[in-house]
């Protein structure tokens, strides 16, 4: 009797680093970034920031799916928010000092929340990988689901 493979579930990292593209790009937009002179550090800080943030995120979802751990959808809300007053805050406190700080945090959990049901939805989709055999149309049609809700969610931003 063959022993049964180990869960090979999809890794989040790129996913959600597609996701920090476009959210990147979605704050970047409604920060108006490119209007006012000085603009450039937070641009690249923006676009280079997140999207790192956003793949290491994908690192620590797809650790604890792979574990077993079943991670409900206020986990990942949470998380995303956390995350995202973390990188607001890095952001601000280099480009403004002390001053920024506050501020930072403020609007970066903002943003987070605002992008955690998308955050939430490509983790929920990626539950879903790996449970069917390896390469069968059930496996396919999984990992299609992911790529699926990450597409419509960088449209509906």
């Known amino acids: ?12 990292a790129l996913p959600l680093s597609a996701l920090g593209i476009g959210g ?15 603009d450039d550090r937070l641009a690249i800080s923006l ?4 999207p ?3 793949a290491a995120l994908g690192s620590f979802f797809s650790a604890r799916i792979d574990a077993g751990f079943r991670l409900p959808a206020w986990v990942t809300c949470a998380t995303t928010c956390v995350c995202g007053s973390l990188i607001g805050a890095t952001i601000c406190a280099y480009l403004w000092g002390d001053p920024g700080f506050p501020m930072g945090v403020a ?5 987070g929340a605002a992008f955690s049901v998308a955050f939430s939805l490509v983790v929920a989709a990626a539950r ?4 069917a055999r390896h390469a069968s149309v059930v496996d396919r049609s ?16």
């Not at 676009?47 to 997140?50: C, E, H, K, S």
């Not at 609007?107 to 943003?111: D, V, W």
């Not at 999984?142 to 931003?157: C, E, N, P």
């Open 24 to 38: 990147s790009l979605a704050v970047a937009d409604f920060l108006r970034v490119g209007c006012f002179a000085g």
């Open 47 to 50: 676009v280079a920031l997140v």
């Open 142 to 157: 999984d990992r299609l689901l992911v790529a699926a809700v990450v597409a419509l969610s960088l449209i509906h931003i």
């Open 1 to 12: 009797m063959r022993a049964a493979a180990a869960r090979r579930t999809m890794h989040l």
């Open 107 to 111: 609007n970066g959990l903002a943003f």
């Open 128 to 131: 879903r990988t790996g449970q």
């Open 52 to 54: 790192l943030a956003s």
